[in-house]
């Protein structure tokens, strides 16, 4: 049995869609939206050059499996919100992955958390 989440060789990305804004902490994501109401995803990256990380859109390969997950309504129904000044409530891959209880991905040295439910 695998303790993290993996790429599958075959995948399709129908859900979700790459949103750029002007968000203090990510200048793009991945935004689901269901009616008037939306929820922004990220993912933190790592550039090894300049040693630095940064937020972006979830890998395209987690977005299906994310907005088919059984719990997803109900998580999206929790936290999702109205767009206020071109921001949509927020979340990290891994808050998103947990409330779902899926397996997580490999946490990797360099990653960071955010301390407070909202971003």
Known sequence: MRYHYEKPE????????????????????TL????????A???QRYDPDTK???????????TDDLYLHPRFKEFFDRRAGACTNGLWPTVTIRQIMWALKMKPLPKERWETVFDRREI
């Open 52 to 62: 630095s990380t940064f937020w972006t859109e979830v890998d395209a390969w987690l």
């Open 10 to 29: 075959i995948y399709l990305s129908m859900y979700g869609k790459r949103y750029i804004c002007n968000h203090p902490v990510y200048d793009s994501c």
């Open 41 to 43: 995803v990220i993912q």
């Open 32 to 39: 689901f939206q269901i009616g008037e109401e939306g929820l």
